[in-house]
């Protein structure tokens, strides 16, 4: 990227590409140079942990999957070699490659450069780069991976011994205000750490493993339980202390001082140290900041207005991941989501002028064709070719009925592979498919356009789960995991060749959007879909706009909540492409995606909506405390309204001699195993403002972890200088509250264990605010149901992938955002509203959708018309229509999700489910039955 | 960018739109290809737009390709 001119609606951007020295229209990724190539280099993608060549392919599953030249190719240093060119037999090398610059015209811009880790030697204190044995935990991360230096067994890098003895070191580069590190936490480590551990654990069950930490910070959707699991493995210790590696023994081992209230000062020896490293930003920050003229924060990630958080200060420049600031998969997911929605709100006017469709050659049909089934065993790197013996489950497969072809795979999913898959299909005139790899949850959509690439109808297609179903599980034993390859690639070589193909429908799309909720999240989703062209149906169960934001003064990061709840509802009211229903409620919903009708009772009567997507933007509500006195003493609150009482001036809280504040209450416990996320911040916030109007009053804040992830560590470190108190406990020795009588009047005592001090301290509080837990909307179940939306373990709504499809529901065609997911913070709620807008437009900007061919039928010559399918059904597709020959069930197969209950209910076996029919299924377990069966017929066939 | 000059802009694209472009034309250019820049640009590329994605290195899947697994469903990370 070189140059920027224009503005927003008309950026011309000059942009430098780099020469590869790789033609890549001729380079079929097949590494013979990679091979033949003599200059040795660190291979940047493992982290320097093993050595590449200066031509080489950037990782095994890189898309473009083609090699590329870098800086330390002997010819471009020195003029000398050129060994690959003279062994490419496809002649792609190419040395006369320049520089190109070209020049792009565009409407928007999205930056989303993401993070760089932190490097511990710009402090100097962790003997990084000094002693063989600390690591980072990028580092570490490719220790682990079958892809990486040692092929996912984890060594060493002094003499490549397993470690047994592991020590991991939170917040190195984060939290601290050492010269050479960051005050901000990097809000990531803590959890990634639990994940280290976890997977240590699984490579090798006798790992000791210790985690010197600060706070644990727990705070995401299910982070808790994940840190509980981790911390309930054998020999896995969670110690509380910073400590400083002291050097190494002459084994190499690496020596670490620490401290802990019960035992001092000690050292320990272990045999690898992995650094949690941290976020800073990206290498190219300052660089893309002029470049494009926008603005810096101070600790040089990308500025945002907590109220527009995608929006650089460049109008129709907006950025997208961890560029704004430490942040973990899923909410980088849901910002470029929402950053394409601001993107689409400023370009809606030519949306579809330039895009263009994927075609696929026509269908041949192959129904009268006997079946010729190739079979594809994927290594999956070593996740799957470490446990099982591939070559032999091939050589297994190429005996089995019907099989003409079979072969092995590195990584079928990567793309030349499925290139590959689709011309051998077509050489060998291939009818049936079977990949043996992984769960067909990801990765089945990519191999069918594989068999429409071939011509073949998608449905001849069967993945074989050898790795989740297989390696995985069976890491231990190979022998018997290679047998069990050999009995999943059978079965489904059996039901592969009584595939049908089948026909997807096409629906078409109603162009409005159902939004339910109409608080921040509700409103701000609203509004982005609106602006980018569609007609909105706003329905809020209260009396107005706003939500529990409306409760809301301040925030941390500054932004004036109650105006900007004011102007969002003032825009929704005004926009014409939004109607809003307030005392709402839903009273049925039925339908599907592009085609939903949802009756609604509200103000303005009863409605019905047809939409083509549905946005759950419900909120939460807020634990009421049946603990710590309150409801019985008028000096004890929740956080909120301890908020509500400052804003409005109490005197009774103003003048308080001491505020205590204990967080916690009502999550992170037995019946609530999560954090609510929001508390901790809350609290500071709180206390700063306390502090501020009356410096003199005692602000005590008793925690567990203090959970002030990212820029708002700055604001707890800020809060612990200006004098407020914050004393940890631990759970099991919680605060106790008691009301005394002292001199005649009743004092408000709370007594807590610190274990720092290891004393046990009492307060006397004038006020007490409880950080009451964030827990689901008592109407979640409800709608739930109504949506047939699934909900988690926690009550929240539960997206379709924790990662990858952050804000929308396995449900297609409706989304989530805001608190009904999970507790979050205003700017990550607005971000997610975005985000979801963003997933809607995408959905209705088509005039169709796809749905699935995997079906339901009925056999109507069988079907008795009892409807006890009609009972089984979840998703009201089935219906009794009367025909001459009686009462007969009909499925509706746009609203059919073929989940085949009604397969199991049918008393006459009138309900097919297609895709799995009884013969297909039966035909899968006749042949893991029968293993012998099928090697007689597999002589026969020989 | 507030909403006032917000209402402008989108006019300012309007008036924009109506000259068609040269073959260096596109709606939106995406700076980065990890898996927001990745997700960015196959969000506006299915609501219709026509989408640059660039990136410094000489393959997509930035710092996420380079993970083993990912918390908290130990998830594969390709």
Redesign the interface.
Known sequence: ?DRVAG?????T?T?LRKP?YVLEEKCTGCTTCVEYCPALCPDA?N?GLSQSKAIH???A?????IA?IDDSCLYLKERKCRICEAVCKNRAIDFRQKPET??????????????E?YDPRESGRYGYGRLANVVTS?DF??L???T?PTEGEIRRPSDGRPPRRIAWVQCVGSRRVTPGENRYCSAVCC??T??QV??TKDHDPEAACTIFHNDVRSF????E??CERAARLPDVRFIRSYVSIVGETAGSNVVVRYATASEGVREEEFDLVVLSVGMKP?A?AAR?AERFGIALDPSGFCRVDPA?PL?TSR??VFV????AGPMD?PE??F???G???R?????S????R??RERVFPPEKDVAAEEPRVGVFVCHCGA?IGRVVDVPATVEYARGLPHVVYAQEQLFS?ATNCAKEITAIAREKGLNRLVVAA?SPRTLEPLFRDTLREAGLNPYFFEMANIREHCSWVHSLEKDAATRKARDIVRMSVARASRLEPLKEFTLPVHKAALVLGGGVAGMTCALSIAA?GHLVHLVERGEDLGGLARRLHTSLDGMDIPARVR?LAE?VYANPRIRVYTRARVVSAEGYIGNFLTRIASDRGESEIRHGATVIATGADLYRPAEYRYGQDGRVLTLLELEEAIARGEERVLGAGRTVMIQCVGCRNAERTYCSRICCSAAVKNARRLKELNPAMDVCILYRDMMTYGFREEAYREAAERGVRFIRFEPERPPRVEAVAEGGASVLRVVVDDPVLGRTLAMDAGVLALAAAVVPAADAPEIAGLFKVALGPDGFFKEAH??LRPVEFATDGVFLCGQAHYPKHLPETIKQAYGAA??V??LL??DTVVASGAVCEVLERRCIGCGSCIAACTYGAIRISETKAGPKAAVNPVLCKGDGLCNAKCPTGAIVLKHFTDEELASQIDAAADAAASETLNRKAG | ?N?E?GSA??E???L??RTP??P?????????G???????SL????????V?L?D?????????????????????S?
Do not use: W
């Not at chain 1, 599953?61 to 999957?65: F, G, H, V």
């Not at chain 1, 020049?103 to 993401?114: C, E, H, M, T, W």
């Not at chain 1, 997208?320 to 560029?323: K, N, R």
């Not at chain 1, 993107?343 to 370009?347: A, D, H, N, S």
């Open positions: 990227m503005e927003a609606g008309d950026f951007v942009l590869r993608f982290q392919i950037h990782y599953q890189a898309i473009p999957l590329y070209l020049a792009v015209n565009v409407g928007a811009v999205i930056l989303a450069p993401g993070f880790p990028m991360e490719r682990m991976c079958a990486g959890t990634y639990q994940k976890i997977l995401g959707k299910d982070f339980r994940f990206p190219e893309l527009h929006q109008p129709g997208s991941g961890a560029f998969i980088s997911v910002a470029a989501s950053a394409g929605a993107c689409g709100e400023l370009l006017r030519r949306r579809g330039l895009a996740n999913c992984c980018q102007d825009r924790v990662k963003g997933r437009a995408a900007a088509n | 960018m909403q000059n802009l989108t300012t694209v309007r924009l739109c472009g040269g260096r034309f596109g709606d939106v250019l995406v700076v980065g990890g898996i927001s820049g990745i997700q960015a969000d506006l590329a299915s609501a219709g737009f026509k640059y660039i410094r290195g000489p393959a997509i899947g930035g710092r996420m390709a380079q993970l083993d697994k990912t918390f908290p469903t130990n998830d594969c390709m």
